[in-house]
């Protein structure tokens, strides 16, 4: 008899601490996900999350060391920390260091975009502040961050009030919206959020470069009619006009679904828009091109095929390149091509690192002409250099 | 303790299966795509942070509930098996907890997603349909009823 009990008991656990775990919805993945960037002196910074505080770490040697992690926030909250739900990372004129994350809420698909900075070069951080006026418990995430050539931070997001809304209402609505708000005063207070657009893709990340204008521009999976996940362009106006907005990939991949897999885009100061996206019309594939607002892509090439993810693209003068990560037998490779004539041709791919383990998304950054790929990896994070 | 033991027993239905969640790593994906003696077994693919799975789950438990004898219906997260309570609680909550269910438990998750089929990209909801007869089929997003009422 006492066995039976013992026995029931073990049966019931699971599935108590399973009724606990509805409100304890978690990221997909691995919790690798981290920006880096270089500040104007060429200091490496990071930005990750652990124990519930985005944690920023910093390296004067190109990232073979990383300083003890400093709390972003004091209080621990939870945040996302998933490839494409990472915390962000970026600099005022002055160094002024801003991160952004994004916090999930109670109820599955929710968040709110949270934001703080140092103005000390990383030993102190803001209390962090829910950057946008809505806070209906409803999704407002995968935050993308970045600042103009006046200093000014524009941070964008993926947002389902209006879904809500029309659901509300009886109405037909695809997806959820891109909203975006900016701060005048170097991150201390935001301006009220304004819409984008409607009907973008729900759980892709926003990519933002600047142009050469000095403005914010953003690049994002959007849908287009019935569920056809193309992406748009816009350049994020803070001047009280309206973006403009226009689709700006015509791959036609239809699917009422998660792609998890959003675009990387980089300005040259020639204009020209670099741009890497994914779509699965027919095999998975990653696409290099070059932005025609409006008009397909020019310079159209299909760099990677199955196994492949989550690319990222760079240029500086007339060299541009792309890297990804490649699954293989023995876990991942981080792929990289180069074009030196402004993304007419690439070479041949090339392995550049391997991991055994699970991977964030690769980033390119630049300095001084120089690029490297930030990858946070199970084993650690790592900065490879772009062999020349 | 014979009341005791009835009352767990009466428990037991509500919450069955919460604790059937089973890891699936690269190595078990051969036998996840063995073909099956008969009809078809139907390898649904979802995740915790896609809202088109939940929708997709159903429908597939209907179809599998229309076709009983035809249908083996497996449930696969892409999320790794250390979300296992939070996994557990989604499957409980959708009544989907009555088919096997399987989670991601390896190093390099991509890497099941390519071996389970090197047509996908890690989109959800993703269907991979695998008959008597070795043939395989795959569909990404919510299937429409014309999508499900081919899939056998």
């Known amino acids: 008899m006492r066995h039976l009990l013992i026995a029931l008991l073990c049966l019931l656990s699971p599935a108590l601490l399973a009724h606990d775990g509805m409100r304890m919805e978690m990221p997909k993945g691995p919790e690798l996900g981290a920006s880096a960037a270089f500040d104007s002196h060429g200091r490496l910074y990071v930005v990750d999350a652990a124990d519930g505080h985005v944690r920023l770490r910093h390296s004067d040697d190109d990232g073979r060391t990383l300083s003890a992690p400093v709390e972003v926030n004091a209080t621990a909250e939870r945040i996302y920390a998933e490839g494409e739900n990472r915390p962000k990372l970026a600099f005022g004129p002055h160094d002024e260091i801003y991160v952004s994350w994004s916090q999930p809420r109670a109820e599955p698909w929710t968040g709110f975009v949270r934001f703080a900075r140092s103005l000390d070069r990383g030993e102190h951080f803001s209390e962090p502040l829910t950057v946008h006026r809505d806070r209906a418990e409803i999704t407002h995430r995968f935050d993308a961050l970045a600042v103009d050539s006046k200093g000014r931070l524009v941070i964008a997001w993926i947002d389902k009030r209006d879904l809500l809304a029309a659901d509300a209402a009886g109405k037909p609505y695809l997806g959820a919206a891109i909203y975006y708000s900016w701060s005048d005063d170097g991150g201390a207070s935001f301006a009220p959020e304004r819409k984008l657009l409607d009907q973008s893709c729900e759980c892709c990340r926003i990519a933002l470069a600047r142009t050469p204008d000095g403005e914010v521009a953003a690049f994002f999976r959007g849908i287009y009619g019935d569920n056809i996940r193309d992406h748009t362009y816009a350049v994020l106006r803070t001047d009280g006009q309206t973006s403009q907005v226009a689709r700006a990939t015509f791959n036609d991949w239809q699917i009422a679904g998660c792609p998890h897999h959003g675009p990387g885009l980089a300005i040259g100061i020639d204009g020209i828009r670099h741009a890497v996206w994914y779509e699965a019309k027919g095999k998975p594939t990653i696409w290099y091109g070059q932005l025609d607002p409006g008009h397909a892509p020019k310079h159209p090439l299909a760099i990677a095929g199955a196994g492949a993810g989550h690319a990222d693209v760079a240029v500086h003068d007339q060299t541009v390149w792309l890297a990804w990560n490649q699954v293989n037998a023995a876990g991942y490779a981080l792929m990289l091509r180069r074009s030196s004539d402004n993304g007419a041709h690439f070479d041949a791919p090339r392995e550049i690192a391997r991991s055994s383990g699970a991977t964030g998304s690769p980033q390119l950054l630049l300095k001084q002409g120089r690029a490297f790929v930030a990858w946070n990896t199970a084993a650690g994070f790592r900065l490879v250099e772009v062999p020349r | ?152």
């Open chain 2, 1 to 152: 303790m014979k009341r005791l033991l009835l009352a767990f027993a009466l428990w037991l239905p509500a919450l069955a299966c919460a604790g059937t969640l089973q890891p699936l790593a690269a190595a078990d994906v051969p036998a996840l795509l063995q073909p099956p003696a008969h009809g078809a077994r139907i390898v649904a693919l979802w995740s915790l942070d896609c809202a088109y799975c939940e929708p997709n789950l159903e429908a597939l438990a209907a179809l599998q509930r229309a076709h009983p004898h035809e249908i083996e219906l497996v449930t696969v997260t892409t999320d790794s098996i250390a979300l296992r309570t939070a996994i557990a609680a989604r499957l409980h909550g959708m009544q989907m907890d009555v088919y096997p269910a399987r989670a991601y438990a390896e190093a390099s998750p991509e890497r099941i997603n390519l071996l389970l089929d090197p047509d996908w990209g890690g989109e959800t909801p993703r269907v991979l349909v695998v008959h008597a007869d070795g043939s395989r089929k795959g569909l990404s997003g919510a299937l429409t009823p014309a999508q499900l009422r081919k899939l056998l």
